[in-house]
T-cell receptor, first 110, second 114 residues
């Protein structure tokens, strides 16, 4: 079993829809969780950074962490064509382990 | 505050050559990490430097090496290039370290080996 699993997609949604992305993981020591957005020919850009379980909201973006299920999610409300990118999840134990998902490509159709 | 800067943006080299990539971290960030990104493998960790010392290393051959200078700027070197080294090389900086503070990435150096 891979340490972090992320469905690569692509995921196509119409403009204005809610985009739902998720990652599952196997290492119960992970306690820091991140979501990155990567546009073509650019580096990953940090979107959300959360610690432990719970929800965090930032504008149209909401990150959820369920440590009991080893499952994290990112929701994008009112999606825009500019949200078309690859989204990567990442998680760390805060000590000596950091793992990335392989990324999920999202296409928002105008 | 300026972000992570990587130079050059693009490089084309031939097999057997060597290459040096450069990274300037965000001001005040002491940790610099390097990653290789390919479509098939995703992000793979190369190494991390903190205060001029290599603190962590991934599973890459010794042809891949790096260093960090006293101003936190970092360089990565790949010797005896192979076709499989073609990838996007990303540098990331963080305040204290790779594992307990978020990484901020540069836009990468696209290396093509022919």
């Amino acid at each position: 079993q891979k340490e972090v699993e992320q469905d690569p997609g692509p995921l196509s949604v119409p403009e204005g829809a809610i985009v739902s992305l998720n990652c599952t993981y196997s290492n119960s020591a992970f306690q820091y969780f991140m979501w990155y957005r990567q546009y073509s020919r650019k580096g990953p850009e940090l979107l959300m950074y959360t610690y432990s379980s719970g929800n965090k909201e930032d504008g149209r973006f909401t990150a959820q962490v369920d440590k009991s299920s080893k499952y994290i999610s990112l929701f994008i409300r009112d999606s825009q064509p500019s949200d078309s990118a690859t989204y990567l999840c990442a998680m760390s134990d805060g000590n000596n382990r950091l793992a990335f998902g392989k990324g999920n490509q999202v296409v928002v159709i105008p | 505050k300026a972000g992570v800067t990587q130079t050059p943006r693009y490089l084309i080299k031939t097999r057997g050559q060597q290459v040096t990539l450069s990274c300037s971290p965000i001001s005040g960030h002491r940790s610099v990490s390097w990653y290789q990104q390919t479509p098939g493998q995703g992000l793979q960790f190369l190494f991390e430097y903190f205060s001029e010392t290599q603190r962590n290393k991934g599973n890459f051959p010794g042809r891949f090496s790096g260093r960090q200078f006293s101003n936190s700027r970092s360089e990565m070197n790949v010797s005896t290039l192979e076709l499989g080294d073609s990838a996007l090389y990303l540098c990331a900086s963080s305040l204290e370290g790779t594992y307990n503070s978020p990484l901020h990435f540069g836009n990468g150096t696209r290396l093509t080996v022919t």
